[in-house]
């Protein structure tokens, strides 16, 4: 063996492994739709937001094109514009803030926990002050399951239902997680999510999906999703976008939802390996952790918008210190300890 040679790649998200292994399911779900030719709104979109439905617990899904779409919907429904601020957490994907930024109200950025990376509702309370104090109406918040670990959500909700605010949860990358016994999806007032392939239920393209039991939030968010039709298909009665999930990534994701719980298991087994590769660099005082290098209240399009009191340390912090390392439900443990040899060698070096 040349002893030169650069070992292989380790893929970051090994999307390959997850399509040989469905294999067949998936080209026998694509050939049917070419069959049927109901690209858009056919059988499969109902089937899967049924689907959906019966994992997540929630009384309703309305599936959409991405997960943006999913936050800009559901803060489209409520009406949310200008005067109101919508509370988020500023180390998080730029999305979350910008579907608020895009409603025409204003992101107000609060602080993350430094052990879950999820907002903290001490900041989130700060924040509401400071909304106030720039004579905006806080309507809603925004907490974020980031990297798969859900939101405290009940500390969130105390918070929220005492400035009567709605929660909307970002599940985006925390899909398929549960709190306190309950899946995301089934938790605050609405939930988004993304199936972009990387996240951990992904389709071939982009997609994303809603989560609510709010029926009339439902009704309200078909009808944004096609332009804002009313009963009438010629009448639109709001503004609304062309928000929808096309037929042939709703059945990839039939396919992949039955092999989701499975993959979930997967997953937890990865992190568990990773949780005793933390805790021997923590035990040598080296911490690990994730990314967002800039926290979307240092990035440029967002530094005009407010932020709690007192500041963000915690985020401004975890995006100067945290690094990600390859995580997917098809990560074997050869490779994975080739993957925490290398970082030890490059900590001890
Ligand atoms: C936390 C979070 N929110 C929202 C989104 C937006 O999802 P999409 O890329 O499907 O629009 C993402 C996706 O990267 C995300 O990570």
Redo the contacts with the bound molecule.
Sequence with gaps: MNQHMPPNPVPFIDIGAQRRRLGKSIDEAVARVLAHCQFINGPEVTELEARLAEFSGAKHVVSCA??????LMVLMAKGIGRGDAVICPSF??C??GE?VALTGATPVFVDVDEATFNIDAASLKRGIVAAKKQGLKPRAVIP?D?FGQSADHDAIAVVAEAEGMFVLD?A??GFGASYKGRRLGAIGHAT?T???P??PLGCFG???AIFTDDAELAETLRSIRVHGQGSDKYDNVRLGLTGRLDTMQAAILIEKLKIFDDEIAARNKVAERYARFAAALKAQGIPTAIYYVKSMHQQTAYRDYPVAEGGLPVSEQLSDDVISLPMHAYLDEPTQERIIRAVRGAVSS
């Design positions: 991405s997960g943006t779409d999913a936050l998080t994907f999305a979350t579907a974020v980031l970002d985006a990358q988004a993304s199936f972009f990387a996240k982009d997609g994303g």
